[in-house]
Structures are given as C-alpha cells and as structure tokens.
C-alpha cells in the first residue's frame, strides 16, 4: 500500500498554506494498492518531534472508516459520517489542525492503515480510542513524510 500526494514529496517541505496559522487545509493525498482484504482505511497525522517542546506526540489529524477504494482524499477534505468518521486533533478540534511547530522544523507523519473490518468509534474519538479499535485488524500500512518550519 502507498500513500502520496502531489503538494510535496516524501521527506520534503510541507507548503506553508496546509500550516495551521495559514490555510489550515489537509493536503491532497492518494492511496494505492490497498490490499483487497481491507474493509476500510485509517489516516493518523502526527508531528513526533513535538515531544521536547508538547511532552507528547501532537495528533493533527485522525480519520476512519474511509472507504478502501478510495483513490484521493482531496484537499481541504469535508467529511461526513458517511464517507468517514474523524476524531479530535491535540488543537482540541475535530478535524484537520495544521501543521505549527513552536520551535524549529518538525517533521510530520501521514500513516495510512488499511484494516480488515470497519470500526466502532464515535466522532471525536482520541488516537487511544483508535488504537484500541483497531488492534488486531491492521492488514498493511503505509509512511509518507514532509516537514514545516516556523
């Protein structure tokens, strides 16, 4: 399974305009080779470098039970619960929460998970809730990688 998008190669800048203090927009995203056992699909987006300055890995996106065929999550994505279920970012909000490292370049990860059952979590729901759900049902996953300065 391969995540990407056409905003920014892997490991590279993320554009200043997906920064939560400017457009505030996920970027386009596409998927491919989504192994056919999986019922639905699981994007996590994180910034593991803010531990030092947060105490923690800073959550800026979670969003299930996607469709396994889908081929795009286009960008500024709205979802509704029946195309796919978000949870709260660290910002305190449902949805996409921009990248805004307070201190130096943080790198961000996209992990898209492709699962082989749908899950049980209400919008809103915390990456705990997530993780929980999906233990045992993860088929495949895939890493893709950009970084954003202040």
Known sequence: ????????????????????TEGNVNPLLEISDVPSE??????????????????????HWLVWNVDPTRKRIPEDWSTDTSSAVEGENDYGEVGYGGPNPPDREHTYRFRLFALDDTLNVREGGSLDDLERAMEGHVVDEALYEGTYAP
């Open 1 to 20: 399974m391969e995540l990407s998008s056409p905003a920014f190669r892997d490991g590279d800048p993320i554009p200043e305009e997906y920064g939560y």
């Open 38 to 59: 999986a019922e639905s699909l699981v994007l996590v987006v994180d910034d593991p470098d803010a531990v030092e300055p947060a105490g923690k890995i800073w959550i």
